[in-house]
């Protein structure tokens, strides 16, 4: 059965309110921004994330920026990137407008509830604390100090 934006929209809010009512959840803030629904997460490799939710017609599509397009080695970040999208469910790394990149997901407003919108968040979070450490040093190794 269809479910209209406006619907799906209030499902979101609700379900943010939710998570930031929980003492225990890791959602400190929320805001909207540009009609864009902004969250930050607490992340333990990172201090916060910020995800975008961004509600259509059809879906609310779900956006969270990793880092910036890397330094070094293109080529090691993405094929990190795409064996780790191979592994995903909900949320996959693309590279951003500007070169860097993010996770991005799609959820159908037909099947928005609280519990597929927390379980797309916990994707975004494993997918930070997995994938962040492992691509920063993809992207940018260490110094060795013979560089010139």
């Known amino acids: 059965?269809?479910?209209?934006?406006a619907e799906a929209a209030a499902v979101l809010a609700e379900t943010v309110e939710a998570w930031?009512?929980?003492?225990?959840?890791?959602?400190?803030?929320?805001?909207?921004?540009?009609?864009?629904?902004v969250i930050r997460?607490?992340?333990?490799?990172?201090?916060?994330?910020?995800?975008?939710?961004?509600?259509?017609?059809?879906?609310?599509q779900i956006e969270a920026y990793v880092l910036p397009a890397p330094d070094d080695d293109h080529s090691a970040v993405f094929r990190q990137?795409?064996?780790?999208?191979?592994?995903a469910w909900r949320v996959h790394y693309m590279v951003g407008q500007d070169g860097g990149l993010v996770l991005h997901g799609r959820l159908a407003n037909e099947v928005v509830n609280s519990s597929e919108l927390s379980l797309l968040?916990?994707?975004i979070y494993e997918a930070?604390?997995?994938?962040?450490?492992?691509?920063?040093?993809a992207g940018w190794p260490p110094k060795t100090g013979r560089e010139k």
């Open 1 to 5: 059965m269809p479910v209209s934006r």
């Open 20 to 37: 930031l009512a929980d003492p225990e959840n890791d959602v400190v803030y929320s805001e909207e921004v540009d009609g864009f629904l």
């Open 41 to 60: 997460m607490r992340q333990a490799v990172r201090d916060f994330t910020s995800v975008w939710f961004m509600v259509g017609e059809r879906s609310i």
């Open 81 to 87: 990137c795409l064996v780790r999208n191979r592994k």
């Open 121 to 123: 968040l916990a994707e």
């Open 128 to 137: 930070v604390e997995v994938g962040f450490r492992p691509l920063i040093r």
